[in-house]
């Protein structure tokens, strides 16, 4: 079945300027985790969505934001973007019920904030 | 911030040999996960252990799970040139508490292997 899809794949923006990106899950799976990559910080978790419900958040600016469609799709979204934005962002996809569950991740959207 | 500290940093080896690289954790977790990351790419799941389980194998993938030590290795037998990429452990801390969806990652290893 598919893997985890990250559309889109590279994004150039300007500072001040807003983006989306968008995950779509592995067929079944109803948890979307998102995470920020960069060299200084690692992977950071952003936040995660089941059912279209956000139930956890990690410890960033009001400026990130996401949701959750009812197709388990989910997108986020970054206003007012800054330079140090500029991050690998990746999405996670998982069954999202019980303790031991695989997280899958997409190939990631490359954002580069000038 | 990051749960995990992984060594070594960074390792280098030949083709055929063995590969061992291990992570450190500071709380409880329900599972550690690792990953493959190739030159900045999407993560690839490797394998999941959990916190019951001591060891696990896939293939030529070895993981080990101390909890009482809070730490894992993962080896990687008779290495190909394939295997080169960034390598990452991940907790999931939800033991006692609602950590949804999250992973806590460490900082990885890379690794390199010289044909």
Same mark, same amino acid.
């Given at each position: 079945k598919a893997g985890v899809t990250q559309t889109p794949r590279y994004l150039i923006k300007t500072r001040g300027q807003q983006v989306t990106l968008s995950c779509s899950p592995i067929s079944g799976h109803r948890s979307v985790s998102w995470y920020q990559q960069t060299p200084g910080q690692g992977l950071q978790f952003l936040f995660e969505y089941f059912s279209e419900t956000q139930r956890n958040k990690g410890n960033f600016p009001g400026r990130f934001s996401g949701r959750q469609f009812s197709n388990s799709r989910s997108e986020m979204n970054v206003s007012t %973007?800054? %330079?140090?934005?500029?991050a690998l962002y990746l999405c996670a996809s998982s069954l999202g019920r019980g303790t031991n569950t695989e997280a899958f991740f997409g190939q990631g959207t490359r954002l580069t904030v000038v | 911030s990051q749960q995990g500290e992984e060594d070594p940093q960074a390792l280098s080896i030949q083709e055929g040999e063995n590969a061992t690289m291990n992570c450190s954790y500071k709380t409880s977790i329900n599972n550690l996960q690792w990953y493959r990351q190739n030159s900045g790419r999407g993560l690839v799941h490797l394998i999941l252990i959990r916190s019951n389980e001591r060891e696990k194998h896939s293939g030529r993938l070895r993981v080990t799970l101390d909890t009482s030590k809070k730490s894992s290795s993962l080896l990687i037998t008779a290495s190909r040139a394939a295997d080169t990429a960034s390598y990452f452990c991940a907790t999931d801390a939800r033991a006692g508490g609602t950590s949804y969806g999250k992973l806590t990652f460490g900082q990885g290893t890379i690794l390199t292997v010289h044909p």
């Open positions: %973007l800054e %330079l140090g934005d500029s | -």
